[in-house]
């Protein structure tokens, strides 16, 4: 009697793992997929709101954020392509660098950022504007170009370049042509 009872138990758990198997494994061979011809080869996530906070060399933190995110991959590469850009850099001495731009693009993989369109930058008494600002991490500088306009507590100028070193904070200021010349103006 024994013997049946567990003759019968495994017939059972068999037939139930076949018929498991058939519901939910087992391909159907009339099933078909379409694929939609307007479907591009990746599809790229979009994001409202996206915040990113990192801590760079030195306790630096980096927070970025943007009101809209596209998030592509290039060469394995995950880009993050941003719109209406606000950034905070602050060093391991709590002094505060802030961006805002119309568009970036965030490499998540070594965090280098490229601001594009309308930046503006305030550190400290200064306010820095310009169509283009690169922040790189690996080289830690700063570079901002095109439409420059820099205006510190004493001094207002305009230039085709900017750069500025984290860790010295020394700036680089100069033109695109060795014949112009920086336009500087006192304030006082």
Avoid: C, W
């Avoid at 758990?13 to 379409?34: G, P």
């Avoid at 930046?119 to 504007?129: C, M, T």
């Amino acid at each position: 009697m024994k013997k049946i009872l567990q003759s019968l138990l495994i017939l059972i758990l068999v037939s139930s793992i076949a018929i498991f198997y058939h519901t939910f494994f087992k391909q159907n061979e009339n099933t078909a997929v379409i694929l939609d011809e307007n479907i591009g080869s990746t599809e790229n996530n979009v994001v409202k709101n996206l915040k990113y906070k990192i801590t760079v060399r030195e306790n630096n933190n980096y927070q970025i954020s943007s009101e809209m995110s596209e998030i592509i991959y290039q060469n394995g590469i995950e880009l993050v392509l941003m719109e209406r850009v606000s950034a905070i850099l602050k060093d391991n001495k709590d002094k505060t660098l802030f961006i805002n731009s119309d568009k970036a693009v965030y490499n998540s993989n070594n965090f280098n950022t490229t601001f594009d369109n309308n930046i503006k930058i305030s550190y400290l008494n200064n306010k820095i504007s310009a169509d283009k600002m690169i922040l790189n991490f690996q080289k830690n500088l700063i570079s901002v170009s095109n439409n420059v306009k820099f205006v510190g507590p004493e001094v207002f100028l305009e230039a085709d370049n900017i750069v500025i070193d984290l860790v010295t904070k020394k700036m680089n200021i100069s033109m695109n042509n060795d014949n112009e010349d920086v336009l500087i103006s006192s304030l006082k």
